[in-house]
Every structure is written in C-alpha cells, then in structure tokens.
C-alpha cells in the first residue's frame, strides 16, 4: 500500500517556479520528520532539503536560498517551494518521511517510507 503520495512535478523553464507536495494516504498516517530528495538519470539519490518533527529545516548549498521545504500540520502534508529553478535541478523528486501509524485505539507504529517520485524537469 502507499502512504505518502505526491504531486507538484512538471516541465519549467529556467527560472520559473514548483512547489511539490508530499501527502499521506490516509489520516492515520502521521507525517513526522521528512526530507526531499533529488535523482537524476544513472545519479545516485541526494538529499535535498529536511524537515524534523519540530519544523527545523536544513538544505543542500546547491538548492539553499532558492528552495523552502514546510509542513502544513493540519493538511499532513510536507511541501518544497522551488523558486529560481535551474537545469541542473531537473530530476525525480523522492519524497521520504517518518510515518507513526494510528493503530487500533490507543495503539501506533512507526516507519520510514518514500513516495513514488515526481518529475521536474528545468529547460534552458
């Protein structure tokens, strides 16, 4: 089964501007801390900017200044606002979180899992 699904990716010119998102599948997935990374074709899968529980934030220096990961606690939902997108930037967007899952009443359970990636692709 899926629990964290996205949406946002698409094809923009250098410059332009994404906001991806990042959402569970179901409420009983709580989205904790969560992190955005980036996959170019043949490339390895780099972290590009994290979120902890607590909505601290830390950025790769390529994407710092440019690109805002939040979280909308209500909505379960992680974003990363990518603002000024350059060629380089184009890639499969991962998104990889910490789920504690509602289970039964008064029972949870806790894993890590990705989303099934988005593509961004930046023409010059």
């Known amino acids: 089964q899926v629990q964290l699904v996205e949406s946002g990716g698409g094809l923009v010119q250098d410059g332009g501007s994404l906001r991806l998102t990042c959402a569970a599948s179901?409420?009983?997935?709580?989205?904790?801390?969560a992190g955005w990374y980036r996959q170019a074709p043949g490339n390895q899968r780099d972290l590009v900017a994290k979120?902890?529980?607590?909505?601290?934030?830390s950025y790769a220096d390529s994407v710092k200044g440019r690109f805002t990961i939040s979280r909308d606690s209500a909505k379960n939902t992680v974003y990363l606002q990518m603002n000024n997108l350059k060629p380089e930037d184009t890639g499969v967007y991962y998104c990889?979180?910490?789920?504690?899952?509602?289970?039964?009443?008064?029972?949870?359970?806790?894993?890590?899992?990705w989303g099934q990636g988005t593509q961004v692709t930046v023409s010059s």
């Open positions: 990889n979180a910490q789920i504690r899952e509602q289970v039964g009443v008064n029972g949870w359970a806790e894993f890590g899992t």
């Open positions: 979120i902890s529980t607590g909505d601290t934030t």
């Open positions: 179901a409420s009983r997935f709580r989205i904790n801390e």
